[in-house]
């Protein structure tokens, strides 16, 4: 089975420039999650997705972060206009649904702005 | 708010030798707890988890105890390989509203030297 797919895996941007991130989550799975991890820090949860219904993105900072999650599968995070302090590695995971203990993550997108 | 609280790395240890990282947790109600392991380059991967008080999670040699009266979740190993080095990160899955939002530690960096 295949896990957590996560592109691209590593990306370097200048700041002001837009940049975006996908994520495909395991087959059945209908929870999906976004994290940012910083530096020596561990994952804080920015959106979390029921199909295709974002129902908790209080820790996304709407000014420059979008996310969608078309159709209830992959979904994409948007960063516009990116600021240096973006720099950090953002993780997607899946579940199979909100009340599973277990989410799966995939392998990260770091992203370095310059 | 609930919070993970996990000693800080780096940890050195030589092949063979005993494992404790310690881990303590801050949570209205009774929360999952959960050892999540980063290997260098991929995903978080769920390592092991306890759902209730006294509950001992275990995988791959690596033990925890769900501690309620002392608020705590140490991970152990009787003898670590080089293979496990890795960053190890304590979680928990809070009640209630937040019975879906992993809250993590900051993560241990686990150095094992042959």
């Known amino acids: 089975e295949a896990g957590v797919v996560q592109s691209p895996r590593y990306k370097i941007i200048e700041k002001k420039q837009p940049v975006a991130f996908w994520c495909n989550p395991i087959s059945g799975h209908n929870t999906l999650y976004w994290y940012l991890q910083n530096l020596g820090q561990g994952p804080e949860l920015l959106i979390r997705y029921e199909n295709e219904e974002a129902v908790d993105d209080s820790q996304l900072p709407k000014d420059r972060f979008s996310a969608e999650r078309l159709k209830g599968v992959d979904s994409t995070l948007k960063i516009q206009p990116a600021e240096l302090g973006d720099s950090a590695v953002y993780l997607c995971?899946?579940?199979?649904?909100?009340?599973?203990?277990?989410?799966?993550f995939g392998p990260g997108t770091r992203l370095t702005v310059t | 708010g609930d919070s993970v609280t996990q000693m800080e790395g780096p940890v050195t240890l030589s092949e063979e030798a005993f494992l404790t990282i310690n881990c303590t947790y801050t949570a209205t109600g009774y929360p999952s707890l959960f050892w999540y392991v980063q290997y260098p380059g991929e995903g978080l991967q769920l390592l092991l988890k306890?759902?209730?008080?006294?509950d001992k999670g275990s995988n791959k040699g690596f033990e925890a105890t769900y501690r309620k009266e002392t608020t705590s979740f140490h991970l152990e190993k009787g003898s670590v390989q080089v293979s496990d080095s890795a960053v190890y990160f304590c979680?928990?899955?809070?009640?209630?509203?937040?019975?879906?939002?992993?809250?993590f530690g900051s993560g241990t960096r686990l150095l094992v030297r042959p």
């Open positions: 306890a759902t209730k008080a006294d």
């Open positions: 995971a899946s579940s199979l649904d909100g009340h599973s203990y277990e989410q799966y």
């Open positions: 979680a928990l899955l809070g009640g209630g509203d937040s019975s879906y939002k992993l809250i």
